[in-house]
Structure formats: C-alpha cells, structure tokens
C-alpha cells in the first residue's frame, strides 16, 4: 500500500478550510492507503504563540482528527516533536537545500510581511523540516490545500538533490488536492486562516457560524436583491460546493445567475447543509474529551508506530552521510 503523510499546525481554532481542503480529504484516503496523520507543533512556534495554551491546542487538534474519522483503528495520529527525529533529517535536508529557494516560497513572503518583528530562522526553514516529515516516512503522497503545493514541489526537489549527493533514498512525493482545495475567508479576499479573522470554526455553535456566514462577503457586484449574481465570484457558492448536494448547487448556480434567489436564502441553505455535517463531529469531539486519558493513549500509541519506522530510515540516512555511532 502507498504511503501518505501530512500535517496541521495547532495554530489556533482549526476552520472549516482545513476541514474541506485537507482533513475530510485524509479520511477518505485511509481506505486506499496507509496514513500518517501530523499535528506539527514545531511548525506551530515559528510565529508569535500563548506558551500556556499550547499543549491544550495540540490536544484539541489531535482530538478534531480523530473526530473527522481518523481513528488509530484507520490511520496514525500523532504529534511531530514526540518523534524528534524529524528535526534531526530537517538539520540534514537543511544541508542541500540552497537558502534562495526558500526565501523565494511565496508562504514565508506572506508571513514575513504579517510578522515583521519575528522573521527568524524557523519561518524561512518551515518548508524544509515539512519535507523532513514528508521524507522521513517516504511518503508518495501528500493531500493538502492548494496553499501547500509550493512546498512540496520543494520537498521534491530537496529528495532529488539528497539522491544525487548520497544515492537514491526518498521517493520524490506528489500532492493531492481536494474537492475544495482553497475557501476564502468571510471576507471573501483572503485565505481563509486561523491567524485571520475571517474564520468559521469547526467547533463553533450554529449561532455564531450562522452569524459569520449571514454577514459574509458574497458577490461584491450584487448590491441589491434585484441583481442578478456570479457565483464564480462568489465565496458562498465556493462552500456550496463544499457542503451541498449537486441539486442544491446547480439550483443555486442558476438562481443566483437570474436573481431567482437572494444572497440571504443562498445563506440558509449553506448553513443547514454545514451544520448536517460539523454537529456529528461537534458531538463526537465532546465524546472524546470526556474520556479521560483516551487522546493522550492514541498520541503515544501513534508516536511509537512512527518510531519504529523512522530508526530504520533514520540509520540509513546517518550511514549515507557518513555520520553514525561507531558502534552501531
Ligand atoms: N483556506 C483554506 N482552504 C483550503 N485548505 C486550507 N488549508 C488551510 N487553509 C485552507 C489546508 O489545511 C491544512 C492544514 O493547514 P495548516 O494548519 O498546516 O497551515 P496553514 O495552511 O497555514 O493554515 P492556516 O489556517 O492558514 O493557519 P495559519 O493562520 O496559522 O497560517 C493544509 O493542508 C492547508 O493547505
């Protein structure tokens, strides 16, 4: 079976961009391969965060995995600094990869830009030690959101040099993209982000995700109920698309065309839809944290498989270097 591997920064509230763009996606894929599931909490601190919240947010985003379908049954769920090894293949990939290709990712420009007064290192290197996690299990395959795709086009090309300087090792790993691999945020500009406020949490109740989506921005050019709209413009219709049955998303496609129905309406039906799928795992996350010691047993469980995989790749790697223990 294939490998995949990917990753989510526990970052702040995970949103519905990742859940349509990336989470709901690695659920569908443990039918048809084998799973590696990141909670990447060294990515995490590369910009400004509340040290005492943190490991209750890796909990929390472990716990949201394991909520969309990503039980340990399935798939390994685990967190990236319990299995330090990926910083040290991050040192070693830190080696061949020249310092321009990263300084030209488009991902640390736009961070650079939000963060000016903490551009360090780990914000210019984030996109090497992704591929280390990428890598380090030889993964072929990587589902993420179209944000992501620069990245692992580097991580391709960091596997190529390590190849061509110590002899062939990692396979070159090709992305997979969802159905809905970008949502804008409420703002229908930006990305949606958790670093933004332009998000709609996955967690959230109905009231406030209501609230967010009644006052988000839809096709700018429709000013009144008269008009007649584009949903190619339009971020609400993105979410349909998401969310809704093909019915619904064709009936809208029209009637916003012909003004047939207002922005409001287009709203509601959304929002029901939305909700038919986020309250089952609203519910199931409120089961999980009610039993106590159960994420913390599938994190050391999941951190322990990985182990076992990267000291085999890891002894491989060191000897290819020429760095390993002389009594190994
Ligand atoms: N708006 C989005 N639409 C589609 N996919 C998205 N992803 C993120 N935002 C969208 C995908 O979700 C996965 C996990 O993302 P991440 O947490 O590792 O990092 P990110 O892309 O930086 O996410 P955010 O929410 O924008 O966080 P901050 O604000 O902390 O940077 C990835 O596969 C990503 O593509």
Same mark, same amino acid.
Not at 8 to 30: F, K, T
Not at 77 to 89: A, K, M, N
């Given at each position: 079976?294939?490998?995949?591997?990917?990753?989510?920064?526990?970052?702040?509230?995970?949103?519905?961009?990742?859940?349509?763009?990336?989470?709901?996606? @690695?659920?569908?894929?443990?039918?048809?391969?084998?799973?590696?599931?990141?909670?990447?909490?060294?990515?995490?601190?590369?910009?400004?965060?509340?040290?005492?919240?943190?490991?209750?947010?890796?909990?929390?985003?472990?716990?949201?995995?394991?909520?969309?379908?990503? +039980?340990?049954?399935r798939?390994?769920?685990?967190? %990236?600094?319990?299995?330090?090894?990926?910083?040290? /293949?991050?040192?070693?990939f830190?080696?061949?990869?020249?310092?321009?290709?990263?300084? *030209? #990712?488009?991902?640390?420009?736009? =961070?650079?830009?939000?963060?000016?007064?903490?551009?360090?290192?780990?914000?210019?290197?984030?996109?090497?030690?992704?591929?280390?996690?990428i890598?380090?299990? =030889?993964?072929?395959?990587?589902?993420?959101?179209?944000?992501?795709? %620069?990245?692992?086009?580097?991580?391709?090309?960091?596997?190529?040099?390590?190849?061509? *300087?110590?002899?062939? +090792?990692?396979?070159?790993?090709?992305?997979? /993209?969802?159905?809905?691999?970008?949502? /804008?945020?409420?703002?229908?500009?930006?990305?949606?982000? =958790?670093? #933004?406020?332009?998000?709609?949490?996955?967690?959230?109740?109905?009231?406030?995700? @209501?609230?967010? /989506?009644?006052?988000?921005?839809?096709?700018?050019? *429709?000013?009144?109920?008269?008009?007649?709209?584009?949903?190619?413009?339009?971020?609400?219709?993105?979410m349909?698309q998401?969310?809704?049955?093909?019915?619904?998303?064709?009936?809208?496609?029209?009637?916003? *065309?012909?003004?047939?129905?207002?922005?409001?309406?287009?709203?509601?039906?959304?929002?029901?839809? #939305?909700?038919?799928?986020?309250?089952?795992?609203?519910?199931?996350?409120?089961?999980?944290?009610?039993?106590?010691?159960?994420?913390?047993?599938?994190l050391r469980?999941?951190?322990?498989?990985?182990?076992?995989?990267?000291?085999?790749? #890891?002894?491989?790697?060191?000897? =290819?270097?020429?760095?390993?223990?002389?009594?190994?």
């Open positions: 079976m294939d490998r995949i591997f990917s990753g989510i920064q526990p970052s702040g509230e995970i949103h519905i961009g990742n859940y349509v763009g990336a989470i709901r996606n @690695w659920a569908r894929l443990v039918e048809r391969y084998e799973c590696i599931y990141c909670v990447v909490d060294y990515h995490a601190i590369t910009i400004e965060y509340e040290v005492e919240l943190m490991q209750q947010r890796i909990l929390e985003t472990g716990t949201i995995l394991v909520a969309c379908g990503l +039980t340990p049954e798939c390994i769920v685990f967190v %990236q600094s319990h299995v330090p090894e990926h910083t040290e /293949l991050a040192w070693i830190n080696c061949v990869t020249p310092v321009g290709e990263l300084e *030209r #990712m488009t991902q640390f420009k736009e =961070k650079a830009k939000q963060h000016r007064q903490n551009i360090n290192m780990g914000l210019l290197d984030y996109p090497v030690l992704q591929a280390a996690d890598l380090i299990y =030889k993964a072929g395959f990587v589902p993420v959101g179209e944000d992501q795709i %620069q990245h692992v086009e580097l991580a391709r090309e960091i596997a190529r040099k390590f190849n061509a *300087r110590f002899g062939n +090792t990692f396979p070159e790993p090709q992305v997979i /993209l969802s159905d809905a691999p970008r949502i /804008l945020g409420t703002d229908g500009n930006a990305k949606m982000s =958790k670093s #933004m406020n332009n998000a709609i949490g996955l967690l959230e109740p109905p009231e406030t995700i @209501w609230e967010r /989506l009644r006052t988000a921005v839809t096709d700018v050019n *429709r000013q009144r109920r008269s008009d007649p709209g584009n949903p190619d413009r339009c971020n609400i219709f993105t349909h998401a969310f809704s049955k093909p019915d619904q998303i064709s009936y809208i496609d029209q009637n916003c *065309r012909t003004a047939g129905i207002g922005c409001i309406e287009c709203k509601e039906i959304l929002f029901k839809n #939305m909700m038919e799928e986020l309250t089952p795992i609203q519910e199931r996350v409120r089961e999980i944290r009610e039993k106590p010691g159960y994420m913390i047993d599938v469980s999941g951190a322990n498989r990985c182990k076992a995989i990267v000291k085999e790749v #890891m002894e491989e790697v060191r000897t =290819k270097i020429g760095i390993k223990a002389f009594w190994v």
